[in-house]
């Protein structure tokens, strides 16, 4: 069985990357920067277009990017479908 990717807009990805710990630290015109803290001075940051739907290579993109701070096995439901 094959996975895809989901159709999300912006609002969707921020929200699921808060349910991981990332807060909103700024945003700057249509994009968002979201950041969490691991240690007293270690940040980790993610940047997502504010858009109401993201083109799939955008998608991917931020799922591999999130990947480097969240396990996959957590992320894939709420960006992939089978």
């Known amino acids: 069985m094959s996975l895809r990717l989901r159709r999300l807009g912006g609002p969707e990805v921020v929200s ?3 349910q991981f710990g990332f807060a909103v630290h700024s945003q700057r015109g249509s994009h968002v920067k979201l950041r969490r803290e691991t240690t ?3 940040w980790q940051t993610l940047t997502v277009p504010f858009h109401n739907e993201l ?3 955008t998608l991917r993109a931020i799922f591999r ?3 480097r701070y969240i396990p ?3 992320l894939l439901p709420h960006f992939y479908t089978e």
């Open 40 to 42: 007293r001075e270690d």
């Open 16 to 18: 699921i990357l808060t």
């Open 72 to 74: 996959q096995d957590q």
């Open 65 to 67: 990017q999130a990947s």
């Open 55 to 57: 083109d799939l290579g």
